[in-house]
């Protein structure tokens, strides 16, 4: 049994050092003999104590953090972290020390340490139903259940008894513990012998400067811009205007025929029979309200309408010369349009009627898959039955190989434990050796350094005998005379502070020739400005006439009339659609599918059905959309031809009055 007097001191050794230890950066072996260094002032018991205590924390940690955190959740919420290592010492002590130490040894420790954390601790730890039930488990999950009930949960449970005694003196010390206040005598305060202060002089008061009155905010600050009230009443009137047609539209919806899946119509001839639809057009007065234009809009309208003034000046010129007219070009142009658009329309319907013949092959495709998923489902649920049978049977083997395995590591621990106690005499003799030869190594390096610290202290005081001699750190400087150091720009303050005034001086006259420049530019952009905006305000003028003729031709050739178009390949394709239908029927029906799936299929048709009705639905309108197109562009082209003579060659005659 180790006796020691010191208990406190040996445990604190024992809580910093496992507090140095770091197991990523340094093994086991090398962390004790490092502490077998620092452990030399103990005796050799003491030494060998903490050593044994230090490797045993360290061996069986898991073990320990097991008790010590499920002891920081439950009863040691409000103790401090950085005592962990404490409480990992005082259990691994009762754990496996307490039978070798003796209770009373072990009672010693304990009360050398602080009171209400010991008794906290114990009180946790020794808890009969805590040892009976999850620490017992927790420990068993680490090593074997037979081994953990025999040689660390039984004799704890025999101790338990002992160490309630142990607890309950700790609790009547900490019930019966009372601080005894020193009572000191009270300082009595003396007044300070101060001398009394004169009086001040009253200062004279300072003028307060008066401030310049700010001009007042003008009112219009406050008021909202009249275009604003004008751009809320057209908004207003456009509202009222939308809200009239939305309850027209309302009134006069469509009403969508039913179809049945008896009577389903060919999708063609349904197109055929709908009339066409005339979207309304919304005609809103908006008042002409005055818009600001900056520079770079007025110079970029004004070049624009000059670029186009001189195109029109060229072409009348060349029509003059005797130029060709471009009417037999424009004829043929409409006719090669009109055919380009008719190919196209035909490839538009072929390319529908494609996907339609798709769609019709990947439903009896997806039949043909359904039936061979069922026959894969059928085998992989026989080979399921076989992977799981033997399955069975390998986990079977694998938990003997696991008993074997844990007998013969328990085996291992009892061999291990006897040739740890030679290792641990091997290393002592070693840390023996070393510890001589290291006191000497450290008397020649205190020798060696009090020579050096002599020298140090002789320097010093040489270094500061030269800074106390007085030193003259005036000089005189004189402003006229220039530095003397040699080169051809040398000048004195006196120069330099005038030729700085010269070059101000030569500053402000540049500046202002700047600012008189910059305002000479500006009234010229300015005039150039006003120049553009009458040239602008003329075309602008004449363009609005040009625009309202052209509207007017347009409403006298408006064209009404559609071209039914029917191609070879459109009729074969529809042909070929009408087969697979009747293919997919028969195959449905030879299927024999459930009426939840015929209910989902029938669903999924009439969904089809409908994906199909809008492609087409939106195929005649782009239909319709590209033959307005082709029609309008035809006039547009001749009606801008008419314009821009007529326009081109007014505007000329009225730049020229102008002039």
Known sequence: MVKMVSHGKHIAIIVQQLNKFNPENQSVEDFLNESAKMLKTLNVTEEKFVLDTLAGCIEYKSLLDVVVNAFFVRDGRYCLISERNLYIVICYLATFQLEE????????????????????FLRFFFNALYLNTWIKDEWSQIYDSLYVKENWIDPLLRWQPKVQQLIEQLTDKLNNHTTTVKTSTVTQPKEFNLTVPKPRAIPIPLLIPVLEKRPPVPPST??????????????????????????????????????????????????????????????????????????AAILREGALYQRKMEQELKRIEDLLRGAGDPSEFL??????????????????????????????????????????????????????????????????????????????????????????????????????????????????????????????????QQIRAIESLPSVRHKFVDLTETGGHGLICEMSIVELRERLAL?????????????????????????????????????????????????????????????????????????????????????????????????????????????????????????????????????????????????????????????
């Not at 130490?101 to 906290?120: C, E, N, P, W, Y």
């Not at 939308?242 to 899946?261: I, Y």
């Open 101 to 120: 130490l003796g209770l009373q040894h072990f009672s010693r420790i304990v009360k050398s340490l602080d009171t209400a954390k010991m008794q906290k």
């Open 222 to 295: 406050y008021k909202p811009p009249q275009e604003k009230k004008q751009l809320e009443e057209i908004k207003t009137k456009n509202r009222r205007k939308a809200e009239d047609l939305l309850l027209k539209a309302n009134t006069n919806q469509f009403r969508c025929a039913t179809m049945k899946s008896e009577k389903r119509e060919n999708p063609h001839d349904s197109m055929k029979r709908k009339p066409a639809f005339r979207a309304q057009k919304i005609q809103s007065k908006i008042d002409n309200i005055p818009i600001k234009l900056n520079a």
């Open 331 to 460: 004829e043929w142009q409409k006719q090669m349009r009109g055919k380009d658009l008719e190919e196209q329309l035909a490839e538009i319907e072929c390319r529908r009627l494609q996907g339609k013949l798709s769609h019709e092959e990947a439903v009896l495709a997806h039949q043909n898959v359904i039936q061979e998923n069922k026959m894969k489902a059928d085998l992989m649920r026989e080979k399921k039955a076989e992977l799981m049978h033997l399955y069975a049977e390998k986990r079977l083997q694998e938990q003997k190989e696991m008993r074997e395995l844990v007998e013969q590591v328990v085996e291992g621990h009892k061999n291990a434990k006897q040739a740890k106690i030679k290792l641990q005499k091997y290393k002592q003799q070693i840390v023996q050796e070393v510890c001589e030869e290291s006191r000497e190594l450290l008397q020649q390096a205190l020798e060696e350094e009090e020579e050096k610290l002599k020298k140090r202290y002789e320097l010093i």
């Open 503 to 659: 070059l101000r001086e030569a500053q402000k006259a540049a500046e202002e020739e700047k600012r008189d420049q910059i305002i000479h530019d500006k009234q010229a952009k300015e005039q150039l400005l006003l120049d553009k905006l009458d040239q602008i305000s003329l075309f602008r003028a004449e363009l609005g006439r040009a625009a309202a003729l052209k509207q007017e031709e347009k409403k006298r050739k408006s064209q009404s009339g559609e071209r039914s178009m029917k191609d070879e390949r459109v009729l074969n394709l529809q042909e070929k659609i009408l087969e697979k239908k009747m293919e997919r029927k028969k195959l449905a029906g030879f299927l024999k599918i459930t009426p939840q799936k015929t209910s989902i299929s029938s669903r999924k048709d009439s969904l089809q059905w409908n994906h199909w009705k809008e492609l087409e639905e939106s195929r005649e309108r782009q239909f319709k959309i590209l033959q307005h197109g082709f029609m309008a562009r035809e006039t547009a082209q001749k009606m801008a031809a008419y314009e821009a003579a007529r326009s081109g060659a007014t505007v000329c005659i009225l730049r020229s009055e102008v002039k």
